[in-house]
């Protein structure tokens, strides 16, 4: 029982710092999920801790399912914080980062994997789309603001539709890795039903299902007659119940869950978009996600103190980090938008601050899961340490940069993007 009163206790102080610390790190070069990584690694050195051998190669099902529920409640939430409509125009950032950088950065890291960690192509190609989307969980410091705050400048603006999207859009290139795996294993042909199946079935599904889905939800919410919506209830709750049927039916269809989810909130918005309640479910979707953020942080600082993930950790997958981070999405990110108007500054933070999160290791432990992929221990580390990288430098950055450029705005640049895209 001691133990199991010990983790309550544990778990209570994480929750109350999960309230508490965005209110000191506000003005800090320091984020959550790095003192999140550091409470859990000063937890597995104290004389207190239960945890032995806790690692995600040991717990590649957990690992799996735990990430997978923190990504979609994100991608809700990302979703519902967006007051700009879709367009073709105002969402221009947008399309750019998904349909150029996105694969760009997969073919990069593709190439790091095969050239400097010695995978072969699938493997290759599965760290590829594992490292290449952006995370919805961790960026919370760069996205825009809560419904209606105004905060929504083409900076946050692109990076926020960008987590938001590229989580579903690179589900058809871990698919391929998976296809080419289980080909090589019984020399069966795959592109065929590769591309019918996990590429134009799955997108459209996902966009289908999330748009009717999302439609149909905002008619419920705001539109039922004699105040009877759900809207009526001002419960947060209502988008934690919209995530996960969401997320659910389009799985069930063979659909990508995760580009449904974010559809179907940006579907809600369209329905009432100036409501108040979008407030409410994304203030409730937000303490969710934070939570468990946390808690997974946590639990990865545990592993990493732990030491076994990093047994492994050589000067490839460090060299490959460092290429990834500093070299592969920010000159991606910058060709992606070339002859996109916004400055050189803006260009640059869009394409440098491309987070990796917990995402990766859902994609990861999908995978693996799914069919045998060589080095498997090499890709754990490799993108273990490329998130960790990752929190540690962006975390570092995000708040005096993002200070900068919002000083370096006129007041009347956070209402650009909204007049363009009403234009539309």
Known sequence: MQPYALLLAVFGAIVLLTAWLPLLLRKLPLSLPMLCIGIGVLWVWSPFSPLVGVNPLENRILTERLTEFVVIVALMGAGLKLDRPVSWRGWESSWRLLGIAMPLTIAGITILGWSILGLGISAALLLGAALAPTDPVLASDIQVGPPQSGKEDEVRFALTSEAGLNDGAAFP????????????????????????????????????????????????????????????????????????????????????????????????????????????????AEQIERLLMMVLLVCLGAAIAEGSIFGALSWQVIVTTALVLFVVRPLAGWIGLIGFPASSREKAVIAFFGIRGLGSFYYLAFALGQADFEGATILWVTVCFAVLSSIVTHGVMVTPVMRQMDRSRSPRSWLRPRARSRED
């Open 173 to 284: 290139f871990v698919y391929l890795a998976i296809a080419i795996a289980l080909s090589n294993a019984s020399g069966e042909p795959f592109f065929r039903h590769w591309f019918i199946v996990d590429v134009v079935w799955k997108i459209a599904a996902g966009v289908g299902i999330g748009w009717l889905g999302g439609k149909a939800m905002g008619y419920l919410t705001f539109r039922l007659p004699k105040r009877s919506g759900l809207s009526e209830t001002r419960d947060g709750f209502v988008a934690l119940g919209i995530t996960c049927l969401a997320y659910g039916s389009t799985e069930i269809l063979h659909g990508y869950g995760f580009l449904a989810v974010f559809v179907a909130a940006v579907a809600l918005r369209s329905v009432e978009r100036q409501h108040e309640y979008h407030e409410s479910l994304h203030d409730f």
